[in-house]
């Protein structure tokens, strides 16, 4: 059975939807906008550090397959 999504990066992404959706629905606010801009790029690292986890597993998975057709 695959296993579900990274919890800490299903949950990251689905706080960065949100703060899209604020910068695209509501009134500019300099102060607001700047800590959501921040909180932004700290999620935005956290699912960079997810993904890159899982390519480099991908990449580990592709070679163990490969290895063993040889």
Do not use: V
Not at 12 to 34: I, T
């Amino acid at each position: 059975m695959p296993k579900k999504a990274n919890p800490e990066f299903s949950k990251a992404f689905k706080e960065l939807e949100q703060l899209a959706e604020w910068f695209e629905n509501e009134e500019p606010d300099l102060d607001k906008g700047l800590q959501k801009f921040e909180r932004a790029m700290e999620l935005a690292g956290t699912c960079r550090e997810a993904l890159a986890g899982a390519e480099q597993k991908i990449t580990e998975i592709k070679k163990r397959f490969q290895q063993e057709g040889d």
